[in-house]
């Protein structure tokens, strides 16, 4: 298989692109770092990585990005960064990548455990996880030629545990391989639509 991972080499991505290119094809795509350069708060540069990629049997976003800050403080532009990159940026990469996509093949956003069980300071990085799994629900009763689309809605993960664990008192954190395995479910699985939670 051909796979695109977009934010492959961030901590979950870089488990993940280990994973998948044992056997696979993989091309990374980053910010400032991989295969292609994107930024997918910016559909035109999603368009531009497509053109340089061609035709994928995977898409995997394990990026996005969504303003933490206290509810009293944050201001409309904050709520933007996340609409913007975390939600439209995901729906983005399904909306153009489709067209993308070899036919049966799969798209996999990331998501996480804030839609359902969210803490102090997350009121924008909540909302946009939840619009995700509400799309994904929606989009697959339209996209065509047999595409999937799932999400992978993680908890805290262990390699980020010293960058989260004060913001999310009682949170566990979950092992790579869970991580790694919840992503192996949705691209080498048949399911589809779903949200793959893995909270603990
Ligand atoms: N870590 C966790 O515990 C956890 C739990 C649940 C959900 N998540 C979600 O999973 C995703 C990845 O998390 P992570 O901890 O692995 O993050 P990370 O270490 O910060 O890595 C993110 C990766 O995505 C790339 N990226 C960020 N914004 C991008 C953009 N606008 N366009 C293209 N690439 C972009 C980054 O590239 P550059 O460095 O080049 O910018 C980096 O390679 C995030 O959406 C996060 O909210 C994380």
Redesign the pocket.
Known sequence: MKLLI????????KKVTSYFSKKNEVII?????GDVT????DSSSIKKMFKETGKVDAIIC????AKWADFNEISEEDFYIGLK??LM?QVNLVRIGKNYLNPNGSITL????LADDPVVGSTS?AMVNGAIHSFIQAVVLEIENGIRVNAVS????ED?YER?AEAMPGHNAISMDKVVSAYVKSVNGSGNGQIIKIYN
Do not use: F, P, W
């Open positions: 977009v934010g492959g080499n961030g901590t979950i991505g795509g980053g910010r400032t770092s994107v930024d997918i708060s394990i990026a996005g990005e990159s975390k940026g990331s998501t996480g455990i990085a993680l908890g805290m993960v980020s989260y």
